[in-house]
Nanobody
Framework: QVQLDESGGGLVQAGGSLRLSCAAS????????MGWFRQAPGKEREFVAG????????YYADSVKGRFTISRDNAKNTVYLQMNSLKPEDTAVYYC?????????????????WGQGTQVTVSS
């Protein structure tokens, strides 16, 4: 069992930055793939970024590539999402997700555990 707790969301102006953190409990964290997803009002949840268990490979949605960076610190059981050059369309609830690798970091179905989410609001 893994519990995930996101933090770092907030209100920021367009062009600004935020760093999200996701603290995980459980001894299996270091062996799991991790991902960040987001859901804007009236829209479906969408993939943002994913990272391999050892941090060796990262994956990004086209909409955030070059602006967002996912990283992890297995010694601290924490995964991060550094978000730069934020845009109003990045406004959403951001969710952290964890699960054993099953072939597709981009699919929510690969992840077994989810956090409660943290709100990110970007004003224009």
């Amino acid at each position: 069992q893994v519990q995930l707790d996101e933090s770092g969301g907030g209100l920021v102006q367009a062009g600004g930055s935020l760093r999200l953190s996701c603290a995980a409990s459980g001894r299996t964290f270091s062996s799991y793939a991790m991902g960040w997803f987001r859901q804007a009002p009236g829209k479906e949840r969408e993939f943002v970024a994913g990272i391999k268990w050892n941090g060796g490979n990262t994956y990004y949605a086209d909409s955030v590539k070059g602006r967002f960076t996912i990283s992890r610190d297995n010694a601290k059981n924490t995964v991060y999402l550094q978000m730069n050059s934020l845009k109003p369309e990045d406004t959403a609830v951001y969710y952290c997700a964890a699960g054993p690798y099953r072939g597709n970091y981009y699919s929510a179905r690969m992840y077994d555990y989810w956090g409660q989410g943290t709100q990110v609001t970007v004003s224009s």
